[in-house]
């Protein structure tokens, strides 16, 4: 079923087809909004979230609909996952339909009980969010974290991962931004000689906070967005169905919601069809969620790749298709990253907001 779904996937994408008849393979599913930080690059600053997490009826009519399609969901978004309560029951609820995880975490709740549930369990990737290799940048970045105390904890679990002989593909990543630009390379050095680290992953802003002015020129969409035919497709904790996470950001409207539409219907919308058809056509930069993106556009030959091969695969590989490309090993035309663009600054964007905790601190995604 999900080898055919992803053969269904490959066919209407090569053959730029606006109607697809299956299921994207990846899914970012948030399953909370809470978080315990304030993070200045983080869309939360300028889209309030509740204190909420998704209900276990929304997670589990996302996976009746889509667990024998999907390979690979991110368990993530606009919060931090560990201050889920059933997040340790929703990635065995995922591996029970065979659907493989992904969790990224802040790293402040990462302490011995939670290290060990998670390296006991079935989640089979964990993306470490470490924003610099200095305490300065590291907690303007991430306020309200501590540098040393997540460094730590960090460090411990991927020794516990290697000592334990678990599976569990650890990345550690920083966002490059204008104040940690020039720890790349200690960055790099310091967690590659990390013992249990099997990635570091240099991963480029995407978010509008931090540089209002980037974007995607209308010259700079050869290819159509892989995003509207094989996903990772969007879904907030209230059950609402997003292109990709780009869109909720981009203030754009969701195309329904899990409670009361059918996720094929959903993938298959009339407005999923229009973007799928302005984006064969060319014509990306008339959709205002798309021409403010800040989305690396991955080249045809890539998504063809990532479709033949199983969506947990994929994962594993993209932090590596990343650094060799950025490291001029591989063309750079097989990811092109957006150009800044001159765009006047929005009023949303002008003022950060920054959301209280009662629990000390504000939150913020990891």
């Known amino acids: 079923m999900r080898t055919w779904n992803r053969l269904q996937l490959l066919y209407a994408y090569l053959a730029r087809r606006s109607d697809v008849r299956a299921l994207p ?13 304030y993070c200045p690059m983080c869309p939360r600053e300028t889209h309030k979230q509740p204190k909420e ?71 089979k990737h964990i993306t470490l969010s470490f924003d610099g290799s200095t305490k300065e940048s590291f907690e303007y970045y991430r306020k309200g974290a501590k540098f040393e105390r997540v460094r730590d904890n960090f460090i411990r679990f991927a020794r516990l991962k290697k000592e334990r002989g678990a599976s569990i ?55 159509p967005c892989h995003y509207l035919w094989r996903g990772p497709m969007y879904v907030k904790h209230n059950g609402d169905v997003y292109p990709c996470c780009q869109s909720y950001m981009l203030d754009g409207q969701p195309l329904g919601n899990v409670v009361s539409d059918s996720l094929p219907r959903i993938f298959n919308s009339a407005e999923m069809q229009r973007m799928r058809k302005l984006h064969v056509e060319g014509r990306a930069a008339e959709i205002s969620i798309c021409s403010r993106c800040c989305t690396t556009i ?66 913020l995604d990891s």
Request: charged letters at 25%; hydrophobic letters at 40%.
């Open 298 to 363: 991955p080249h045809p030959v890539l998504v063809a790749g990532s479709l033949l091969l199983h969506a947990e695969t994929v994962r594993k590989l993209l932090p590596l298709v990343e650094r060799l490309t950025y490291l001029s090993k591989l063309p750079k035309r097989l990811l092109s990253p957006p150009k800044p663009v001159a765009r006047p600054v929005a009023a949303s964007q002008e003022e950060l907001v920054q959301i209280s905790n009662r629990s000390g601190g504000s939150g």
């Open 169 to 223: 593909e650890v990345v550690v990543q920083m966002v490059r931004m204008d104040r940690n630009r020039g720890e790349v390379d200690d960055f790099i050095r310091f967690w590659s000689a990390v013992p249990g680290v099997d990635q570091v992953r240099i991963k480029e802003d995407e978010t509008n906070l931090m540089r209002p002015d980037a974007g995607h020129e209308a010259a700079e969409w050869k290819h």
């Open 25 to 37: 393979v990846e899914y970012i599913v948030e399953t909370t909004a809470k978080c315990n930080l």
């Open 53 to 123: 997490d998704m209900t276990a009826g929304i997670f589990e009519r996302l996976l009746a609909e889509s667990g024998k399609s999907a390979e690979h969901m991110m368990l993530i978004g606009l919060g931090e996952p560990l201050l889920d309560p059933a997040i340790f029951d929703r990635i065995e609820t995922c591996e029970r339909h065979g659907v493989s995880t992904l969790l990224s975490t802040n790293g402040t709740l990462l302490d011995d009980e939670n290290a060990g549930r998670l390296l006991a369990g079935a989640l």
